[in-house]
């Protein structure tokens, strides 16, 4: 049996996408995390492939959550946003 901790995205993880689905930019996302632009794309590709989704929709110079995205996203803010509470 899996443990909890063994299945879920790390808390770093989660804090790069939900600036970046906040943002809807790598770039505004890394100013507010104050890491690089490439550590969130990183992050986020990283993220992308333990998840085995796309939670991003990516043209060019803009982002848009994808379904998967707009889901992870709901839970992520709510849950960060009830801890910071």
Aim: overall charge positive.
């Amino acid at each position: 049996m899996q443990t909890l901790r063994g299945s879920l995205p790390s808390l770093n993880a989660l804090a790069v996408f939900e600036a970046s689905a906040r943002r809807l930019s790598f770039s505004r996302a890394a100013e507010d995390l104050a890491i690089t632009q490439s550590a969130v794309s990183h992050g986020i590709r990283q993220l992308e492939a333990s998840l085995g989704l796309d939670l991003f929709i990516r043209h060019h110079r803009r982002l848009e959550l994808s379904p998967e995205g707009e889901r992870l996203y709901a839970a992520v803010a709510t849950s960060l946003s009830a801890i910071a509470q």
